[in-house]
């Protein structure tokens, strides 16, 4: 006989008599183009939602600026944002982790092409860098602090998206880019095949999900134990597999009390 989870039967029950589950606004970061993580992350999403008995709408927004405006708006229910959004938005409106990437802390990383001139960190002094936006936190503050602290100098160009910066640099418009990892990690196979890690930054703790203060600890206890779920089933680990992710794991807001102790506003000094 199919297991059928005290979860799914409550959605069920639900269903049946008629009542309707509280719907919630999830905002991803825009890492990548919306359709692109639409793709990617509704199918997730309806899974976490339907473990929870909550349904679960995918959000996000048209950069990572616009998504900061949003975020400091409270205009998502469940948001996942970067750590220095996290250090931000955590103070007012006063989101709060539950849930963080399993097993995968984040970094920046810079990429070049594997068939270009750049061999070494110090070769790409002088040249013109592409990065998504100025306070994406490992893509472009983690890894110009660390240019700057080497010495090093480039002329910044924002591309306003993770996407745009792995195929400038593909293109050749670039010599090297900033990112990170996970969206080297889930790019189109024949843009990645193109590039190669230069150069990896200190490593913190990954994107948390996290819930705004009007969403009540009772429900974001369900959505903490639906996240943390999904890697002990095969109909998880699909979805898992579709962004990348080996799971899920519980976080806590002091996990990021390591990015709030960073001396920000002299990093983001160093970022042109």
Not at 96 to 121: H, N, S, W
């Amino acid at each position: 006989m199919k297991r059928i989870s005290w979860l799914g039967l409550f959605g069920a029950l639900c269903v049946a008599c008629g009542v309707h589950a509280q719907t919630l606004t999830v905002g991803i970061t825009p890492l990548k183009p919306a359709a692109k993580l639409a793709e990617e992350w509704s199918p997730l999403l309806d899974e976490v939602g339907r473990r929870a008995g909550l349904a679960l709408r995918f959000r996000t927004a048209p950069s990572i600026p616009a998504f900061g405006d949003r975020l400091d708006k409270g205009e998502y229910d469940i948001a996942y944002m970067n750590p220095y959004h996290y250090q931000v938005y955590s103070a007012q409106p006063g989101y709060r982790a539950f849930a963080r990437e399993r097993e995968q802390p984040l970094e920046g990383i810079l990429i070049v092409r594997k068939d270009g001139r750049i061999k070494a960190l110090r070769d790409i002094d002088g040249t013109t860098v592409s990065f998504p936006t100025p306070l994406a936190f490992a893509a472009s503050i983690l890894t110009q602090a660390e240019l700057h602290k080497q010495g090093i100098h480039v002329q910044a160009r924002y591309v306003q998206s993770h996407d745009s910066v792995l195929k400038s640099v593909a293109a050749g418009n670039f010599d090297a880019g900033g990112t990170i990892l996970k969206v080297l990690q889930t790019a189109d196979p024949q843009l990645a095949n193109n590039l190669r890690v230069l150069h990896k930054t200190a490593v913190y703790p990954s994107h948390p999900f996290c819930v705004h203060p009007r969403v009540s600890p009772a429900v974001a206890d369900k959505l903490q134990q639906a996240f943390v779920s999904l890697h002990e089933d095969e109909v998880g680990k699909k979805l898992l597999a579709a962004i990348a992710f080996k799971g899920f794991e519980i976080a806590a807001d002091r996990d990021y009390d390591g990015v709030r102790r960073l001396d920000l506003k002299s990093l983001i000094g160093t970022v042109q």
